[in-house]
């Protein structure tokens, strides 16, 4: 017993090795605007860290693979022949799955790797090292405070004058957008497990304390990364960040109400008690915001998200008011706005999804209407780029894989909020994809790994 509680101590810190790491690795890429990617090698040792973890746990637990997982596994193995027959090209297919712009596969890898971890190593938590656990989660919340504010001080000097916007800035903030985006999701993730961590304990003054430092300390770092992301120019970036305030308002409230204590059937009160949750996390992030912004002294109307982003377009999003599929450069269409660039690109969907149907062709968009011109949909673009094929392997991964996290055996109510908060946090990120990105966007299958992870653990491999 002694030696378990020994090497769970070390399991501790050795998690979250992890996400400080990667957490190190996207500020600085972030902060390197225009450039392909720097200290790689953290990268790599925050894999490592994670994979230690799991070797362990593969040698010492049973491993049990959701059915979820054959489906995305199949879909996978369809995705990586079909970029290939695609391209003909091993260079182009490395860069849709394993780099670090477009690769898929090692952000889904990633982003399950920290959520299968994170699970086995709650589920043998003791409550005398819950308190370990508190400190260390408290030691990552400073230190991403500290690479944000250190990275939004950093491109702050390049800001120009008349707009809130860095001067190097030539429309390459999609990487570091992403970037932040996949920073914030690390982020949330261990928020929603340090909370419901402190809903299992006694309402002592402590724990509130925990709970109150650990939100606002939530707050101050998600209001600078919503300023970050404009200071950079993505109001993509932006809308993520702060969807995600708003879920952790909700979960903080939820605390607050009582509500992480008690499980009871829908009614007219609980109904109300739910309203109160959403009304109360809104002026929340209202009171967060305006604070920020009246802080830092920031003009709204120089805010990208607030009008002057109609002077300037997303990468790739490559329109024209005389003909979509004749544009030769980005700096062509800075007069079309992003939102109507993609209203606009809907059109080439009956276009590239007629070329080839059944099996779909990565490059469709070159082979038709320019390259570029996509359907910024996440569904749209599995549809044309992997025809029906691939749509008709990954609908079914997400409807059983939601399936698996709806239906929880035994039961327990806290794991129940766990579950509702993951899907609600899933969903929001899930239509903002729908509605504004291509399918290889690398935040959405690194979340798509928190959320649905391949495996977990349980017991002890002999038993």
């Known amino acids: 017993m002694v030696k378990a509680g020994v090497v769970q101590l070390v399991r501790i810190p050795l998690f979250f090795i992890t996400p400080i790491i990667l957490v190190f690795y996207l500020f600085l890429n972030i902060e390197a605007l225009g450039q392909d990617g720097v200290v790689k090698e953290a990268l790599f ?12 746990d593969f040698s010492n637990k049973k491993v049990i693979f959701s ?48 959520s299968v971890n994170l699970s086995t190593l709650k589920l043998s938590l003791s409550q005398q090292q819950e308190g370990f656990f508190y400190i260390l989660y408290f030691i990552f919340a400073l230190f ?98 702060g969807g995600l305030l708003f879920v952790a308002s909700m979960l903080f409230v939820f605390y607050a109400m009582g509500l992480l204590k008690s499980c009871k059937r829908l009614d007219k009160s609980s109904a109300l008690k739910l309203l ?31 009008g002057y982003g109609a002077i300037y377009s997303d990468v790739g999003t490559t329109s024209s008011t005389s003909s979509i599929s004749s ?31 059944i099996f779909g062709n ?5 082979l038709t209407t320019g390259e570029g011109t996509y359907v910024h949909s996440f569904i749209g673009s599995v549809v044309t780029h992997l025809g029906l094929v691939g749509f008709f392997l990954l609908a079914p991964f997400f409807f059983f894989s939601i399936k698996e996290k709806i239906n929880i055996k035994g039961g327990k109510y806290l794991d129940m909020v766990n579950s509702m908060f993951h899907l609600l946090l899933f969903s929001g990120v899930f239509l903002i994809a729908c509605v504004a990105v291509f399918f290889v966007w690398v935040p959405v299958w690194f979340l798509i790994g928190l959320i649905f992870p391949p495996i977990y653990f349980r017991g002890k491999a002999s038993d």
């Open 45 to 56: 040792a925050s894999f490592l860290f994670g994979l230690l973890l799991l070797a362990f």
């Open 67 to 114: 059915r979820s997982a054959v489906i995305l596994i199949v879909f996978f193995f369809y995705y990586v022949i079909r970029v290939f027959v695609s391209s003909g090209d091993l260079g182009v297919l490395k860069a849709y799955t394993l780099s670090t712009d477009g690769g898929v596969l090692l952000f889904y890898c990633l982003g399950a790797m920290i």
């Open 144 to 241: 991403f405070l500290v690479q944000l504010v250190d990275s939004f001080a950093t491109l702050h000097l390049l800001v120009r004058d008349d707009i809130f916007l860095v001067s190097v800035m030539d429309d390459v903030y999609q990487r570091p957008g992403s970037f932040l985006i996949i920073g914030f999701f690390v982020y949330i993730f261990l928020f929603i497990s340090m909370f419901l961590l402190i809903g299992k304990a006694s309402h002592f003054c402590w724990f509130k304390c925990v709970a109150l430092t650990a939100f606002v300390l939530f707050c101050i770092s998600a209001v600078s990364g919503m300023l970050f992301a404009q200071l950079f120019g993505s109001n993509l970036a932006f809308v993520c960040v």
């Open 276 to 306: 109160v949750v959403l009304l109360a996390a809104l002026v929340i992030d209202a009171v967060f915001f305006i604070g920020g912004i009246t802080i830092l002294d920031i003009d709204l109307n120089q805010l990208r998200i607030l």
């Open 327 to 357: 544009i030769s450069s980005i700096s062509s269409i800075s007069s079309i706005s992003s939102i109507s660039s993609r209203i606009d690109l809907l059109d080439n969907f009956v276009v590239h999804f007629k070329y080839a149907p």
């Open 362 to 366: 990565m490059f469709v968009d070159k």
